[in-house]
């Protein structure tokens, strides 16, 4: 039974990511692209997903019961292989489907240092020096970081039960 929760987790992250480069097209076809390399809708999916196939991993356990650590796992592995396909996805999406989105990222993330009062030169210069492989990643390095944060709450919208404790011999 070791390593089900990472094989899950990998199938579970594979799908994950194909749901957001998904939303990535969604959203161009909308008329409504992407201009910052995360953001709430793709947030949004990576939580539905987690919760989505942390039900579809607690049914194939034999007794339908699963630990927090198990499940907290699971949802680790999701997330970690959603966000490199996610960081893949973006950038393949900024090369060959817009553009523009290198552009659009890096202007809005000036105008939120602007915002915050931060308009100094050096830091202007650093952002206007991104490519588009740095916000793929930043993307990336985001939705893993929200996604155990997502794992958490999947994990604890369940009735996970406790493991038992291993007496030393």
Not at 17 to 26: K, N, P, T
Not at 31 to 50: C, E, H, R, T, Y
Not at 60 to 66: F, G, I, N, R
Request: net charge positive; aromatic share 14%; charged share 20%.
């Amino acid at each position: 039974m070791y390593g089900h929760y990472r094989r899950a987790g990998v199938v579970a992250g594979v799908w994950t990511g194909l749901v957001l480069a998904l939303y990535l097209v969604a959203r161009w076809l909308l008329n409504k692209p992407v201009d910052a390399p995360q953001g709430f809708g793709s947030d949004i999916a990576v939580l539905a997903a987690m919760l989505f196939f942390s039900v579809r991993y607690r049914r194939t356990l034999p007794e339908k019961k699963v630990t927090l650590k198990e499940l907290m796992q699971h949802n680790i592995w999701t997330g970690f292989v959603a966000a490199l396909l996610f960081g893949i996805s973006l950038w393949l999406y900024g090369t060959s489907v817009d553009g523009d989105l290198l552009n659009r990222c890096v202007a809005r993330m000036i105008e939120f240092e602007q915002q915050d009062g931060n308009d100094r030169a050096e830091t202007i210069a650093t952002l206007e020096a991104y490519t588009l492989f740095t916000i793929s990643w930043i993307g990336a390095f985001r939705t893993f970081v929200m996604s155990i944060l997502w794992a958490f709450i999947a994990a604890l919208l369940f009735q996970t039960e406790k493991a038992p404790v291993k007496e030393k011999k």
